[in-house]
């Protein structure tokens, strides 16, 4: 297997192509290599974020060979591979020591990246990179201040021309709402899939610790952050009521149906801001997170694989209009 190394940031792996001088975009034609197993990967686990997915080029301009493979290695190495559809994972919060905001996307992560290669091939809309970016701890500012670090070093990984996609779990979502109309990215954003984000705020804020999206606070918010400048937005909210063991929730029974967390109302609140484009919403009976201690862990709301597939169709194949009763 020959490797190179472009940046700090990540490594290329090449296998199975004979010696010589390639295209990337052109892999697909070389029938006798690709069945046999031929793939360039592009993987990092570094940095704050990572990802691991195969990379092609469908769309490639560039007269001169993308890279040459010899007995030692790859060259040029240079990043001028087009990612099919780099999708931002942005998590929640994250309540217990010793855990991690990406272990909320530990199901839709590895799905969004396990798309075989050849179908990516055949519709590179399909193929999707999930950069999952580690926020720690702390309030959704708190995690805006983080990524906003993270984001010249996303980006210097990417033609400078490359749209993403971004997909918000909970809190997540007040932070893909400040990466649009903070970072002036808006322009490299193809869309937003917001899940199960409180955007009128939360009636158990207080009881979680998190003033700062109570509904009041978020009132605010919305004030001073009204517009999705142009980005089109998807919102997906869960409506499982239980009483949750570790938090106050009663409240959530006098505005259903909710996901014991956050209420569907609070989610589809963003369609009644002017300022934003919402193309579709979709509710599932689902609750906010998984319960693994109760074994409820099928029912959280980013562990099904059909919401996972919901997800996935909205990233490759966006279609407005909204499917999944939000009623009580």
């Given amino acids: 297997?020959?490797?190179?190394?472009?940046?700090?940031?990540?490594?290329?792996?090449?296998?199975?192509?004979?010696?010589?001088?390639?295209?990337?975009?052109?892999?697909?034609?070389?029938?006798?290599?690709?069945?046999?197993?031929?793939?360039?990967?592009?993987?990092?686990?570094?940095?704050?974020?990572?990802h691991s997915s195969h990379v092609f080029q469908p769309h490639d301009t560039d007269t001169k060979p993308d890279l040459t493979v010899t007995p030692t290695g790859l060259t040029p190495c240079k990043i001028d591979i087009v990612f099919p559809w780099p999708t931002l994972?942005?998590?929640g919060f994250v309540r217990a020591a010793g855990s991690s905001g990406p272990e909320h996307f530990e199901y839709l992560q590895p799905y969004l990246s396990g798309l075989p290669y050849l179908a990516q091939l055949q519709e590179p809309r399909k193929g999707v990179i999930p950069l999952v970016p580690d926020m720690g701890r702390g309030t959704y500012q708190e995690y805006w201040d983080r990524l906003s670090g993270l984001l010249p070093e996303i980006m210097d990984l990417f033609p400078c021309s490359t749209?993403?996609?971004?997909?918000?779990?909970?809190?997540?979502?007040?932070?893909?709402?400040?990466?649009?109309?903070n970072s002036g990215l808006n322009e490299n954003v193809e869309k937003v899939i917001q899940v199960a984000t409180?955007?009128?705020?939360?009636?158990?804020?207080?009881?979680?610790?998190?003033?700062?999206?109570?509904?009041?606070?978020?009132?605010?918010?919305?004030?001073?952050?009204?517009?999705?400048?142009?980005?089109?937005?998807?919102?997906?909210?869960?409506t499982l009521f239980i009483d949750?063991?570790?938090?106050?929730?009663?409240?959530?029974?006098?505005?259903?149906?909710?996901?014991?967390?956050?209420?569907?109302?609070?989610?589809?609140?963003?369609?009644?801001?002017?300022?934003?484009?919402?193309?579709?919403?979709?509710?599932?009976?689902?609750?906010?997170?998984?319960?693994?201690?109760?074994?409820?862990?099928?029912?959280?709301?980013l562990a099904p694989e059909y919401?996972?597939?919901?997800?996935?169709?909205?990233?490759?194949?966006?279609?407005?209009?909204n499917t999944g009763l939000c009623e009580e």
């Fill in 163 to 181: 749209r993403f996609n971004v997909v918000a779990y909970s809190q997540g979502g007040l932070v893909a709402r400040l990466l649009i109309h």
């Fill in 198 to 238: 409180p955007n009128r705020g939360m009636c158990v804020a207080a009881d979680a610790g998190h003033p700062e999206v109570s509904q009041t606070a978020m009132d605010q918010f919305n004030v001073d952050i009204p517009s999705g400048r142009g980005v089109p937005f998807y919102l997906l909210a869960g």
């Fill in 307 to 321: 919401i996972l597939r919901d997800i996935q169709q909205w990233i490759v194949n966006p279609t407005p209009g």
């Fill in 1 to 50: 297997m020959a490797t190179c190394r472009p940046n700090a940031f990540g490594t290329y792996h090449f296998e199975g192509l004979p010696d010589g001088e390639y295209d990337i975009g052109a892999f697909y034609r070389i029938p006798d290599v690709l069945p046999s197993g031929a793939r360039l990967v592009h993987e990092n686990s570094g940095r704050g974020w990572r």
């Fill in 89 to 91: 994972l942005l998590h």
């Fill in 244 to 301: 949750f063991p570790f938090l106050e929730n009663d409240c959530l029974q006098l505005d259903p149906p909710s996901d014991s967390v956050v209420s569907v109302s609070s989610v589809l609140h963003l369609e009644s801001l002017p300022g934003y484009d919402v193309l579709g919403h979709s509710c599932v009976p689902a609750l906010h997170a998984s319960l693994r201690r109760l074994n409820l862990e099928a029912l959280g709301i």
